[in-house]
């Protein structure tokens, strides 16, 4: 069982950068591939970025590649989305994910998910 809790959302101005972290619970982390989601009002969910658990793999959806980073921080059982020169079209709730066998672009078959942290880019 994996609790994942999110944190960091916020309102940025265009241009702006924002951290966002998950913490997991439990002692198994570092066996789980890590990714994150977002959800716009009005949309269907987004696949984000994704990390494996030695971080040597990262994948990002193409409309965040060059501006948001993935990271992970095995001893610290939390994953970070760095995201910079954010734009108003990044605005949406951001999920945290983890499964144990890979992050998948639509989301299906992913066993764990957080309750989303709120990101509002302004113009």
């Known amino acids: 069982q994996v609790q994942l809790v999110e944190s960091g959302g916020g309102l940025v101005q265009a241009g702006g950068s924002l951290r966002l972290s998950c913490a997991a619970s439990?002692?198994?982390?570092?066996?789980?591939?890590m990714g994150w989601f977002r959800q716009a009002p009005g949309k269907e969910r987004e696949y984000v970025a994704a990390?494996?658990?030695?971080?040597?793999?990262?994948y990002y959806a193409d409309s965040v590649r060059g501006r948001f980073t993935i990271s992970r921080d095995n001893a610290k059982n939390t994953v970070y989305l760095q995201m910079n020169s954010l734009k108003p079209e990044d605005t949406a709730v951001y999920y945290c994910a983890a499964d144990s066998s890979g992050i998948t672009a639509d989301g299906s078959g992913v066993g764990y998910w957080g309750k989303g942290t709120l990101v509002t880019v302004s113009s």
């Open positions: 990390i494996n658990v030695r971080s040597t793999n990262t």
């Open positions: 439990g002692r198994t982390f570092s066996r789980y591939a």
